[in-house]
């Protein structure tokens, strides 16, 4: 790293608030259980880069990338974002930069400090404000990297949360640490600490500028919802991504967006040929009949295929784990509704999870606790039976090719397979499981013919 990014240099460019011109900023930090005999090893390093401009309508925006190791993390769509700041610093769009942590097999975003700290016209003039539920007070001054940076400590009702060393002539966050509980009330240390600062002049602005606009369109037309940790891109998303991609390395090439733009690549052409390998997989088995079976109910019953003659099956393969309750779990509650509206209709449906650990006796009765944890928890009414993989296989286990589970198949009343659809369903949350229901109608309608 260039001496003009670090220490005496880097102080001596902060001589101003940063309310005008360009400039990139790191970070590096890191993310620790602490315990009663102190903090532990690192459980995620993390780095972030961020950069500041002025935008056309004369406010800052604050675009930032976050590269994340250990405990699980964001998925590439999420990495990247782009906050609009007001004049004081506060941002007036929903983006949020944030990590994503694996705690006991769920998952929790953990929000990180923003480069400019958004109070800086505040800490100059007073010792103590409120703002919302939170607390601000500055305790004394501390020289961090030849920074001369004010302390400020950041509280709420439940206590002391956050430790932010601001630079007292720029407002630049030099140092952050705080406090935060996942699972069942552990603690965590979060801290984050600058790592490189420097002015971006007109030429260097030119070549981060169109990475970055491409970026931005990508994800508006992705679309994906906040806080989205689902890995996988539907059909149309990866055609969005697909169009973008020989541009954007080319764009990105000797950036910091070049690392992101080939992660990009890579995942998008893998999920493509996931997808091509699925739909071939999905013909093998339209149209034809159904494999013969016979299933243990959760209850302890059985159920065959023969018994089910007539009837039209809709087979839903899943883990049907009641931890880590992530979401989309709950089109299990929309297949649950189709189950009431349409069991009239001879409609069998059976809820299939698929664990591989019920072919060990030492743990198929921790598999059936957390079976009948999520059934009891979603007050599922359809029947569900249990599969070590093997009923899975005789129907083309999707999971061999990468592709994960649910897979949802539907027979009609003459054996034959009518539908056959890998993953969950993109939903209307008015319409619920409108493709699937679509199916199952249009085949109610042909036995009555």
Same mark, same amino acid.
Request: glycine share 8%; net charge positive.
């Given at each position: ?305 023969? $018994?089910?003659? =007539? /009837? !039209?099956?809709?087979? &839903?393969?899943?883990? *049907?784990?009641?931890? #880590? ?86 027979? $009609?009343?003459? =054996? /034959? !397979?009518?539908?056959? &659809?890998?993953?969950? *369903?993109?939903?209307? #949350? ?20």
């Amino acid at each position: 790293m260039t001496a003009t990014l670090l220490g005496l240099s880097m102080a001596t460019l902060l001589a101003t608030p940063l309310d005008t011109g360009s400039y990139e900023i790191r970070y590096t930090g890191s993310l620790s259980q602490v315990s009663r005999e102190g903090t532990g090893k690192a459980a995620k390093r993390f780095s972030m880069y961020c950069l500041l401009t002025d935008n056309q309508d004369g406010q800052r925006e604050l675009s930032f990338l976050v590269d994340e190791r250990g405990g699980a993390g964001w998925h590439w769509p999420e990495r990247f974002g782009f906050i609009t700041l007001n004049e004081k610093n506060q941002p007036s769009n929903k983006a949020r930069i944030q990590l994503l942590h694996e705690h006991l097999e769920n998952h929790y975003p953990l929000a990180l400090q923003q480069p400019v700290f958004e109070h800086f016209d505040k800490i100059k003039t007073t010792k103590k404000f409120k703002d919302g539920q939170f607390e601000y007070q500055v305790t004394g001054k501390k020289k961090i990297k030849d920074f001369d940076c004010l302390q400020v400590e950041i509280a709420t009702n439940f206590g002391r949360r956050q430790t932010l060393s601001v630079d007292q002539k720029s407002g630049l966050i030099i140092a952050a640490e705080q406090r935060v509980f996942m699972g069942q009330g552990d603690q965590f240390s979060l801290k984050m600490e600058l790592n490189a600062f420097r002015a971006v002049d007109q030429e260097r602005l030119e070549e981060l500028l169109p990475p970055l606009k491409t970026l931005r369109q990508l994800q508006i037309d992705l679309g994906r919802k906040e806080n989205e940790k689902k890995h996988d891109l539907n059909a149309k998303q990866l055609a969005e991504a697909k169009k973008v991609l020989v541009q954007l390395e080319k764009e990105a090439d000797s950036t910091p967006f070049s690392r992101l733009a080939s992660v990009i690549n890579r995942d998008v052409k893998s999920q493509l040929q996931r997808t091509g390998d699925v739909a071939t997989l999905a013909k093998k088995y339209l149209g034809k009949p159904a494999q013969k079976f016979e299933l243990k109910l959760l209850n302890n019953s059985k159920i065959e295929s023969s $018994d089910l003659a =007539g /009837k !039209i099956q809709v087979l &839903h393969f899943w883990d *049907y784990r009641g931890e #880590p309750l992530d979401e989309p779990y709950g089109q299990v509650g929309y297949l649950d509704f189709l189950n009431s509206r349409l069991k009239k209709h001879e409609v069998k449906f059976i809820g299939v999870a698929v664990n591989p650990n019920l072919a060990d006796r030492t743990q198929v009765s921790g598999v059936l606790r957390s079976v009948r944890k999520l059934k009891s928890f979603m007050n599922l009414s359809y029947d569900i039976a249990l599969d070590d993989g093997s009923l899975l296989r005789k129907f083309g286990d999707p999971t061999k090719m990468g592709a994960k589970l649910p897979l949802w198949v539907v027979i $009609d009343g003459e =054996g /034959k !397979i009518v539908h056959y &659809h890998v993953g969950f *369903y993109k939903i209307n #949350p008015d319409e619920g499981l409108r493709e699937l229901e679509t199916v199952i109608v249009a085949e109610i309608k042909n036995r009555r013919k």
